[in-house]
């Protein structure tokens, strides 16, 4: 194995990704994906931007403080206050990154350095922003040896200025520096050519690891980052799912696994244990309420399904004939199988669970195994997807500030659906009655009245977690009040119940980010 160089996976879900996602995660959902990331094996976590919020910092500081097993990066613009507050942030990792830069295209040097304190000539901007990155880099130093510079459009820059900037920042001390190409502008082999170019002419390039961050705009981030490591590159930057800025950055399972199954071209290794993608991937999309394509590339639910003629029978014949991947490889769950019923003990069921990868505390799992021995009265048979949507449901980091005690709706063909609920709001349970077009929009009027609060419901999407009538049902509900959006979840075999869960989650994480905003 050691004959291969190694590629350094970088994940930047929880800062270029979270940044663009239509809502906001709390410092404890990001501790649960930073340790999901830790446990896929990624290299370096960039778990924020602390300087751009006081939630930012407080999420990246946790995470640096529980995350032991990767290094945890803290973005920071070439500003010394950002620096130090990143710095700040990060003093309680035991591997801590600071990843600074700033922009070098002429583009992005003539728009954000306008004003003439930053010199009257574009050659008199470039040699201050030179300087501006060499200060930002020697200042990062005081707080780490591991600094990571970024070269903000790169992609558009003027190769010998960019040339000069990235020596200037090595020789003050930058171990890593990366090529973003911000805008998503480039094609793969210009992009390769680019860091070639780097690896060829930098004098001092052997003294730093090259990165690439790559954004999809034109649907190539995947293609240019293996374009960058065919070409040099040994750090890949992206996210999982490929969530990011407008068309988003690299999918990170993509490039994984296209390293992994096509090593007899690249030549390279990565630490990642390509069994978690699939976890990890539903994870990100759980957390974000994003709905994955089924035909996503490596994680889409049809990602390894074969259904022409042909195919299915070359694939029954000999597996190899149609499949370069194996979905065991990406740790996808096998489909419908069976593996737990109401006979199945507490011991049955912990097991299973810790196969899944979720290992509990016995007083968390008392209260998971009391959900399965409902679901499991009800549909008989549970499968691995209900027992995730169980404990996705069933252990939620939000503070409960709202309770659902009882819902009872009533429909008949005909007439306005009715439904009542009794919520406890504090220490005291308020009981409404709903009217609507239907039983879920009766029960959310039913619970803005008992909650007080009327936020607007701005999505709401239901799933089938498995097949058949009696199937789990998953509903994620996107709702804002006083600009702040959150999804809220709830999982059952009734629907309405359902609904009304992910209604109340709702709920307590407005309360939640309510608290913390002050
Ligand atoms: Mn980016």
């Known amino acids: 194995m050691a004959e291969f160089a190694e590629v350094t996976v ?50 990246v500081r946790l995470i640096a403080r529980e995350v032991k097993e990767v290094v945890v990066c803290g973005l920071s613009r070439a500003v010394a206050a950002d620096i130090d507050i990143c710095g700040e942030a990060l003093a309680g990792a035991t591997r801590r990154r600071i990843h600074t830069g700033l922009g070098v295209s002429d583009i992005h040097i003539a728009g954000k350095f306008r004003d003439p304190k930053y010199g009257a000539t574009l050659a008199d901007k470039r040699q201050r922003t030179l300087v501006m990155a060499v200060d930002a880099v020697t200042r990062a130093r005081r707080y780490t040896d591991d600094v990571e510079f970024y070269a903000e459009d790169a992609g558009r820059a003027d190769r010998g200025y960019l040339f000069a900037v990235i020596e200037a920042v090595i020789a003050a001390g930058a171990t890593v520096v990366n090529i973003p190409d911000t805008t998503g502008y480039t094609v793969p082999a210009q992009y390769g050519a680019l860091i070639a170019a ?108 074969h259904s022409s003629g042909i195919h299915v029978d070359g694939f029954l014949k000999d597996r190899t004939t149609y499949e370069i991947m194996r979905p065991e490889d990406i740790g996808f769950p096998e489909q419908g199988k069976v593996v737990l019923t109401a006979r199945t003990g507490r011991h049955g069921v912990r097991h299973r669970l810790a196969e899944l990868g979720y290992a509990f505390a016995d007083e968390e799992l008392e209260q998971v195994y009391r959900r399965f021995l409902a679901v499991a009265d009800k549909k008989r048979e549970v499968f691995d997807e209900d027992l995730a949507a169980i404990v996705n449901d069933e ?63 701005e999505r709401y999407e239901i799933q089938a977690v498995t097949g058949g009538t009696e199937a789990m049902g998953r509903v994620t509900v996107r709702m804002r009040e006083h600009g702040t959006t959150v999804l809220g979840r709830g999982a059952s075999t009734d629907i309405i119940e359902a609904s009304a869960k992910a209604y109340v989650d709702g709920l307590n994480r407005l309360v939640a980010f309510g608290e913390e905003r002050g």
């Not at 052997?206 to 240019?224: F, K, P, T």
């Not at 306005?416 to 504090?426: C, D, I, M, Q």
Request: glycine content about 10%.
């Open 10 to 59: 970088f994940d930047t879900t929880l800062r270029d990704g979270e940044q663009a996602a239509g809502s906001r995660l709390g410092a404890a959902e990001k501790l649960e994906i930073a340790r999901q990331l830790a446990r896929l094996g990624v290299g370096v976590i960039e778990a924020g931007f602390p300087c751009s919020s006081p939630q930012d910092f407080e999420a």
């Open 198 to 305: 780097i690896a060829g002419q930098v004098p001092n390039i052997h003294r730093a690891v090259i990165s690439v961050h790559c954004h999809d705009d034109l649907g190539m981030a995947v293609a240019n980052t293996l374009a960058g490591v065919a070409a040099g590159a040994r750090q890949v930057e992206g996210t999982i799912n490929g969530i990011g800025e407008r068309a988003g950055n690299a999918a990170l399972e993509e490039v994984v696994m296209a390293l992994r199954t096509r090593r007899d071209f690249f030549g390279v290794d990565t630490s990642v244990d390509s069994r978690e993608l699939h976890r990890t991937s539903r994870l990100v999309a759980d957390r974000l309420g994003m709905v994955l394509p089924a035909n996503k590339a490596v994680v889409g639910d049809h990602a390894f399904a």
């Open 395 to 457: 252990l939620r980091p939000t503070p409960e500030f709202f309770q659902l005690v009882a819902l009872k709706s009533a429909t008949e063909t005909g007439t306005t659906p009715t439904v009542t609920v009794r919520l406890r709001r504090g220490g005291e349970e308020h009981q409404e009655t709903g009217r609507g077009d239907g039983p879920v929009d009766a029960a959310y009027k039913a619970l803005a009245a008992a909650a007080g609060r009327n936020p607007h419901l």
